[in-house]
Nanobody, 125 residues
């Protein structure tokens, strides 16, 4: 069993900064690509940023130059540094990870998608 847990969400003033964190926990697993998605009220979930295990990053055009995604492969964590936040950044942010589970157990090995429970980010103006 693998679980993703986000933290760091909250209320922030427009133009301010906030850092979101996500940690994967469980046993016999290896985390590959990780990402942050967000969903604003009445809108579809969208990709904000993603990062491969090797450190290659991809950002949505709306956050380029303002957000930075990073990861620690030893800690199995991924962070999203949000700078110069805008009202349009208000949303529930979800952590995503593509994970190899069942390491060392041939009959159980598999790749799976995992999602965190989400953390609310509200930008006030």
């Amino acid at each position: 069993h693998v679980q993703l847990v986000e933290s760091g969400g909250g209320l922030v003033q427009a133009g301010g900064s906030l850092t979101l964190s996500c940690a994967a926990s469980g046993s016999k697993f290896m985390v590959n690509t990780m990402a942050w998605h967000r969903q604003a009220p009445g809108k579809a979930r969208e990709l904000v940023a993603k990062i491969t295990r090797g450190g290659e990053t991809t950002y949505a055009d709306s956050v380029k130059g303002r957000f930075t995604i990073s990861r620690d492969n030893e800690k199995n964590t991924v962070d999203l540094q949000m700078n110069a936040v805008k009202s349009d950044d208000t949303a529930v942010y979800y952590c995503y990870a593509f994970i190899l589970v069942g390491l060392g157990i041939e009959e159980e090995a598999a790749m799976n998608d995992y999602w965190g429970q989400g953390t609310q980010v509200t930008v006030s103006s």
